[in-house]
């Protein structure tokens, strides 16, 4: 190779270096893995984004809903809080599955907090479908890690405090997800 040969070399991968290092900001829409704008009509899979690509469904914990990250995915729909048709970083967004047979059709993410493992975690539904446990009120936001997402929780007593729904591996091999677990990079596949 020659010397200015291998100087243009150095100059494109500084190049695609600068393009991929462009992460996205609050303002920006959240895309799907095809690149389109997640938008609130469409049913997105929530995968993660590493390793074999998990999905994030739903299955019962002691007899309660929880949501968890499995081999399968369940497909969810977003609402944006400005009531914005598409899907924006750092916006409030509400995450219903969009068909959960107990729940005759859709049903909303919620944070509940189990006394028994002082821990935080994604059911679904209502009150009413926890008895004995506390549900913690807030918000969840999508946040971009590199070129892929997260989900936080943004609870209301601490609104300058947002969480990482991540995933908790203490309830032997379902993997549950938490506020404040081992962090979970997601992206979205339009079901
Ligand atoms: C939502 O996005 C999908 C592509 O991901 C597109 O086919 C559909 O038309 C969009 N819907 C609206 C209302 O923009
Ligand atoms: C939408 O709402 C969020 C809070 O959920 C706010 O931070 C953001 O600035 C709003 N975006 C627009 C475009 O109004
Ligand atoms: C809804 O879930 C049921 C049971 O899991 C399944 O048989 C059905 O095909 C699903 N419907 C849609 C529209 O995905
Ligand atoms: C989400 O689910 C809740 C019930 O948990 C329902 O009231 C609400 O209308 C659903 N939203 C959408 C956009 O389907
Ligand atoms: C809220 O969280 C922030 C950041 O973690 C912390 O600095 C602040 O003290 C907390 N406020 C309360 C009332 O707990
Ligand atoms: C969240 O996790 C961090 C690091 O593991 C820990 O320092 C912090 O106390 C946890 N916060 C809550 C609210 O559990």
């Not at 609402?79 to 509400?94: A, F, G, P, Q």
Request: proline share 2%; hydrophobic share 35%; with cysteine.
């Amino acid at each position: 190779m020659t010397k200015s040969s291998s100087l243009l070399t150095i100059f494109f991968l500084l190049f695609v270096f600068t393009i991929k290092l462009k992460f996205a900001t609050a303002g920006d829409s959240v895309k799907d893995t095809d690149g389109n704008v997640l938008n609130v009509t469409s049913e997105y899979s929530i995968l993660q984004s590493t390793n074999n690509g998990d999905g994030v469904t739903v299955t019962r914990v002691k007899g309660k809903l929880a949501v968890i990250l499995s081999s399968n995915a369940l497909p969810v729909t977003f609402t944006d809080s400005n009531e914005s048709k598409v899907i924006l970083i750092d916006d409030i967004v509400s995450i219903n599955f969009t068909n959960i047979t107990e729940h005759s059709g859709s049903s909303s993410w919620i944070v509940v907090y189990d006394e028994s493992t002082k821990l935080s975690y994604i059911g679904v539904g209502s009150a009413k479908e926890y008895p004995g446990q506390q549900i913690k009120t807030g918000t969840f936001k999508i946040e971009s890690i590199g070129a892929h997402y997260k989900i936080v929780f943004c609870s209301d007593v601490n609104k300058s405090s947002c969480k990482n729904v991540g995933v908790d591996g203490t309830e032997g091999k379902i993997r549950r997800l938490v506020i404040n677990g081992s962090l979970l990079p997601i992206q979205f596949k339009k079901a």
